[in-house]
């Protein structure tokens, strides 16, 4: 029998409709309208996919930061490249219940991709320079597609981007794909990526040119506030709009729709989405109890910032549940949150294989969230907090989850936090890159004691164990001075220009 015969009588015709709907460009069809400003998430999936480190690229991030989105513009930057339609290969790896009903998903749409579309095997393809692409969003949505794409890969040459907002699901995948793939980290929008977006300006971007290497550099940080310090109108804009309504691309691409409409938006497609379906069943098939995940959402945008354990986070929840809530099953589901990408739960740092002492700090993906969910709105733009001083300390934790969250969207670079020891004060946080540490510590106010504010941070520096050649201090605005040589301060707003 013809292969393209046999190939189009192994999935449905529905399946196949489905198909050609993620797939417009075969039939000479255009994609839906994209956003004209690209994420730099393009930039950084083109640049890995010219390089052809790993056959397997995993873009993983939280829900609606624009991972589909970003999918679509490199296609497009591939067909305007001259890629030919037919060697790219896209699949929405949504629920469809044609598309679950398939054994082996992964490979049965690749056997009938390469006989009906590719007309010829992905290896012949790739012997004649015509190598294919192959695009899964949302993978973690099959069964056993790790297992699945390990096998094509091992069997076939192309490249492939897949994406995933379930951080737990694709982890578990890493493992059997070890030496195969390379993982990008995208968070919610940069200032850069706002200020593009809202303003159409454009800011500069460090860490795109330097690399990480530069991170353990005292004057790669100098040149970073005065980076800020130059660019303070553009900076300052774009950060106000940051304070007012987070990071989430389809927020700043509604600048103008009500708050209140907006946080229904991130609560409905983000948080419930998460909570009732990305959650909704653990292993064996085990239902969560979604009023449970709710309510430890909620305790985790009022302890943003902060270290408040889960036997604190169980008593909470037991009273405002009016049930019996262990400990365990509270630490869980905090890590299934964290799985989800919603929040990120910064460990203590480990020195010298010591036993972690402390608890998690919590950090939210995006304050917005929380302004969303709790229905409080705190800014984090100096102006506006001037006008509300009682909200200073407030915004001062959420300012601490800010910059943790941000830190953990840098891969490669290992994020914790120093818990106060019998001998030594807390920092913040404390960022490793090879055996170089640098304590970060983030004191969001107008004023600042030079002194008693960086107590943290010259306790550690003054550790030769702990290998710190100089410390960062996060403030408020760009008046702060520090005569200590060992210490960089920089506001927030020049922080967030890093990347």
Not at 96 to 111: G, I, Y
Not at 112 to 120: G, N, Q, R, T
Not at 321 to 347: C, K, M
Request: glycine fraction near 6%; proline fraction near 6%.
């Amino acid at each position: 029998m013809d292969r393209v015969l046999l190939a189009s009588h192994s999935i449905s015709d529905v399946l196949m409709r489905d198909l050609q709907r993620d797939n417009p460009w075969w039939s000479g069809e255009p994609t839906m309208p994209l956003p004209p400003v690209e994420r730099d998430l393009v930039r950084v999936i083109r640049k890995r996919l010219r390089l052809g480190l790993a056959p397997i690229i995993v873009v993983r991030g939280p829900r609606q930061v624009g991972k589909t989105t970003a999918q679509l513009q490199v296609i497009n930057r591939l067909l305007s490249e001259g890629v030919e339609p037919r060697r790219i290969f896209r699949v929405q790896c949504d629920d469809l219940p044609e598309l679950m009903r398939l054994h082996e998903p992964v490979l049965r749409l690749m056997d009938w991709y390469e006989a009906a579309i590719l007309k010829e095997t992905l290896n012949t393809a790739a012997h004649a320079g015509r190598p294919a692409f192959l695009f899964l969003d949302e993978v973690q949505n099959l069964t056993d597609w790790d297992v699945q794409l390990k096998h094509l890969v091992d069997n076939s040459t192309l490249q492939s981007v897949i994406t995933g907002s379930s951080a737990l699901r694709i982890e578990r995948g890493r493992d059997s794909l070890a030496g195969r793939i390379n993982t990008i980290e995208v968070g919610t929008l940069s200032l850069a990526e706002i200020a593009a977006i809202r303003f159409h300006e454009t800011l500069d971007t460090p860490l795109r040119e330097n690399g990480l290497e530069a991170l353990v550099r005292k004057d790669f940080w100098v040149e970073l506030r005065e980076l800020g310090r130059s660019r303070s109108e553009m900076r300052n804009r774009a950060f106000g709009a940051f304070s007012e309504r987070g990071g989430y691309p389809f927020v700043h691409a509604h600048p103008d729709a009500p708050w209140s409409d907006v946080a229904d938006q991130l609560n409905e497609t983000v948080i419930r989405r998460v909570i009732q379906h990305d959650l909704r069943t653990g292993d064996r098939g085990r239902k969560r109890d979604p009023a449970l995940l709710e309510e430890l959402f909620r305790l985790a945008c009022r302890y943003a910032g902060q270290s408040p354990g889960v036997d604190l986070f169980a008593r909470e929840a037991q009273r405002a549940l009016s049930a019996n809530v262990g400990v365990q099953r509270v630490r869980h589901y905090l890590d299934f949150l964290n799985a989800t990408l919603l929040l990120r739960l910064v460990q203590p740092l480990e020195i010298r294989l010591k036993k972690r002492r402390g608890a998690a700090k919590i950090c939210l993906a995006d304050h917005g969230l929380r302004a969303s969910w709790l229905q409080e709105e705190v800014p984090l733009a100096p102006e506006r907090l001037a006008e509300l001083p009682h909200l200073a300390d407030l915004a001062g934790r959420i300012a601490e989850s800010v910059t943790g969250a941000f830190l953990c969207t840098i891969g490669g670079l290992d994020v914790a936090h120093f818990p106060e020891r019998p001998t030594e004060p807390e920092v913040d946080f404390v960022l490793t890159l090879g055996a170089t540490r640098i304590p970060l510590e983030v004191k969001y106010r107008r004023y600042v004691n030079a002194m008693a504010d960086t107590e943290g941070l010259r306790s550690f520096l003054e550790k030769t164990a702990y290998n710190a050649p100089f410390g960062l201090l996060v403030t408020e605005d760009d008046g702060v001075r520090v005569d200590d040589p060992r210490i960089v301060a920089l506001p927030l707003s020049s922080f967030l220009m890093l990347r």
